[in-house]
């Protein structure tokens, strides 16, 4: 429940014991240069410039990840990607560090731990003045210099301390970038000339669009041609595969529908008649969980609100389609609410909140809590006790105090002592983290809330649907086991035959189809023209043939097209044009020889190559800046969007407007920019194998 449900174990004692613990075995030992792993697994899931990423120390990080992000949606393939990425940026980062000698020393990592930003300041500050208590924190770690807990060391060694000195490294290494950058005088002389430099020109300019791309087709030689001249621009680091497929629907038919609701209709009577809703629903089941609690008519979600806050008590309303389920609502209760309550609270927590492991017995929690709850009534100061005693560490620190939130933002037994009782009341009140010594101190705008339940229903494939389906696939992929034979098949039974390209062997999802793995794996098992089972991915069973294996290099004609066939098919146009259509030596002759009228472009900026009314043109606002073609007509210009003459007119300056300390600092923000991008320079130049495919 809002912070409530984000109280972490960092903040009680235990843990704190333990993060010190580990940060005391770090000042003992440098714990800058440490390494190695508990993992006997020494499988190589990755080598950086030949440094190996061993599997055992990439599946503990990836388990902490999936610890961190529980609850939270994320998949385990979806963080695999994200460790990955951060582990072979770590090791090429770390390369760097240790070529250029960069280390955290202890005396540094001392400052850190005891300095005003100290990563364990919560855990030592004075709730009544928020200072942070050094002293108080050095005396700790006197204290348990002793213990033995290597397990637990290891964990926050990972979590805290690793990271910890590893950020320290990278801002060194940031700093050392930043600050070798330079402007020498003359770059900002010329970038001031720049940014004032203007020209007009007048010129003459024939569309691309005016030629049918019928007249400009593009060959496979041709796209091979062009990729080759710009070989930078087209090389693959890695093989990719294409696959051509045809999809068999295995979703709800009409008739699964129809079941559906015939179900939910079924169940109308009895529901309506139960005296119990949330014990109904438990018996016979709903796609939305009872809320046993109350929202205003503002909180709720669906569309058809304002028919069902209308319904008596006990009375239905559907069924009706919400999504993909089949909904009745039933009105339990109504009650008149504030939206928004302010109250503060002491937790005891029994149970942490993540975990769900025990932190104290329920019985020792609630001793305390009874004692705490006579200690306020024998007139103690709420707030110190919060201080003192609260594990809620959101609030502790504020007496204990949530200031207005909304309905429904916190568990169920808070919630609804903050909503329902009045202003002033005082008691207990158990979640499952434990237990709570509230106080409602105000309450905001009393407007109607309702309990209901929904009976809801999803819409399933019935086994027939599904059946209907695989047999179908499996009887595509027997009769095609070719290539010819797929596309003879599918153009048959009016199927259309869809791609998928740039699937990457250690990829967990295809573009198009969705998350399947062992669709990846099963594409680089096969050869280039082999047929692939039927797979089933969602509501859907795929069949495929890996119609290209695209090795490393540069990209091949197929891989190519997409990107470089609208530039190539321009560069035939731009052609066709100057050698049929531009004749002459005048703005005039040509113009008479195109059809197309004389313009004229004023106040072209340099910095900006934009020709108003065509777009981003910078080879036309070249011509217009090159003083040998004032008062000349150019040579034909194939631009971005057709072929150009241009004529130049004046070539000049706007008044400045930037001081130089202005412009230095805009270049040299620039090249700061260019240097929080270094992470991404030291992975292009790495060599980086990677071995992912062979574990996952």
């Known amino acids: 429940m809002s912070v409530i449900q984000t109280i972490r174990d960092r903040g009680t004692w235990i843990v704190f014991v333990i993060i010190a613990l580990a940060l005391i075995a770090f000042i003992l030992q440098d714990g800058a240069n440490r390494g190695g792993t508990a993992f006997s697994n020494t499988s190589v899931i990755t080598k950086v410039n030949g440094t190996a990423i061993q599997r055992g120390e990439f599946e503990e990080k990836l ?24 582990e072979v940026e770590r090791t090429v980062l770390n390369q760097e560090f240790e070529k250029l000698g960069l280390v955290v020393s202890v005396k540094e990592m001392n400052e850190i731990l005891f300095s005003e930003n100290s990563p364990l300041r919560q855990e030592f500050t004075d709730p009544q003045t928020g200072v942070f208590k050094v002293d108080d924190a050095k005396r700790a770690f006197a204290q348990i210099k002793k213990s033995k807990n290597a397990e637990q060391i290891k964990m926050i060694n990972a979590a805290y301390i690793e990271p910890t ?16 950058v330079y402007v020498p005088k003359w770059m900002v002389e010329k970038q001031i000339a720049d940014n004032n ?39 693959k680091e890695e093989e990719t595969r294409t696959i051509s497929y045809v999809s068999f629907n295995a979703g709800p038919s009409g008739v699964d529908s129809l079941n559906t609701l015939n179900q939910v209709l079924g169940l109308e009577k009895d529901f309506a008649a139960a005296p119990d809703a949330q014990a109904y629903l ?9 809320y046993d609690s109350y929202f205003s008519r503002s909180k709720m979600q669906m569309s058809l609100k304002d028919s069902i806050v209308r319904l008596p008590v006990g009375g239905l309303y559907g069924p009706y389609l919400d999504g993909n389920n089949y909904v009745i609502a039933k009105m339990v209760a109504t009650k008149q609410w504030p939206d928004s309550a302010k109250v503060r609270h002491i937790l ?47 609030s502790k620190t504020k007496g204990g105090v949530y200031e207005f939130f909304p309905q429904g933002q916190m568990m169920i037994p808070f919630n609804d002592f903050s909503f329902d ?51 179908a696939a499996a009887q595509f992929a027997t009769s095609s086991k070719s290539a010819k034979a797929f596309t003879e098949n599918a153009n048959k039974q009016n199927l259309t035959i869809l791609t998928a390209t ?57 891989e190519a097209r997409p990107l470089v066939e609208g530039i190539v098919r321009n560069e035939k146009k731009a052609k066709q044009i100057i050698d049929t259509k531009i004749k002459g030596t005048t703005l005039d002759e040509i113009s008479k020889s195109t059809g197309s009228p004389i313009l004229r472009a004023d106040s072209l900026g340099f910095a900006a190559a934009f020709v108003s009314g065509i777009g981003s043109e910078p080879k036309v606002v070249g011509a217009a800046f090159n003083k040998s073609l004032q008062g000349k007509v150019s040579s034909p210009i194939a631009g971005a969007a057709g072929v150009f003459s241009v004529k130049g007119e004046f070539v000049g300056a706007n008044i400045n407007t930037n001081t130089p300390d202005v412009v230095k600092q805009g270049l040299i923000q620039t090249r700061k920019m260019g240097v929080y991008r270094s992470v991404e320079a030291l992975r292009k130049a790495a060599e980086i194998k990677d071995f992912r495919s062979t574990f996952y």
Do not use: C
Not at 282 to 290: F, R, S
Not at 377 to 382: L, V
Not at 444 to 449: I, R
């Open 421 to 471: 009782k009045p202003v002033g009341s005082k008691g207990i009140v158990k979640t499952e983290f434990g237990y709570h010594y509230m106080e409602v101190l105000a309450q905001k705008n009393v407007n109607p809330v309702y309990k209901i339940a929904y009976l809801a229903k999803p819409i399933v494939s019935s086994n027939e649907t599904v059946g209907a389906a695989e047999t």
């Open 63 to 86: 388990k902490m990840q999936e610890q961190m992000y529980q609850g939270q949606g994320a998949t385990r393939e979806q963080l695999i990607g994200n460790v990955w990425n951060q």
């Open 197 to 235: 430099a203007i020209a007009s020109i007048s010129y003459v300019y024939y569309p691309y669009v005016s030629i049918a791309d019928s007249l400009a087709k593009v060959s496979d030689e041709d796209i091979n041609a062009y990729v080759k001249k710009h070989g930078n621009e087209f090389q």
């Open 282 to 290: 438990a018996k016979v089941g709903t796609e939305l969980p009872y």
């Open 348 to 394: 005891v927590a029994t149970a942490d909140p993540r975990s769900g492991q025990q932190i104290r017995t329920d019985s020792s929690g609630k001793k305390l809590i009874d004692s705490l709850e006579n200690a306020i009534k024998g007139g103690a100061d709420f707030a110190a006790l919060a201080a003192q005693y609260s594990d809620d560490p959101g």
């Open 165 to 180: 000195i590893e950020n320290g490294k990278r801002t060194k290494y940031q700093n050392l970038l930043v600050q070798s």
């Open 502 to 558: 740039e699937i990457k062997a250690s990829d967990f999802n295809i573009n198009t189809i969705g998350q399947t793995r062992g669709l990846v794996r099963t594409i680089y098992e096969k050869k280039e023209g082999d047929i692939i089972e039927p797979t089933e991915v969602g509501d859907r069973y795929i069949v495929a043939y890996v119609s290209a294996i695209n090795k490393p290099g540069l990209m091949n004609a197929t």
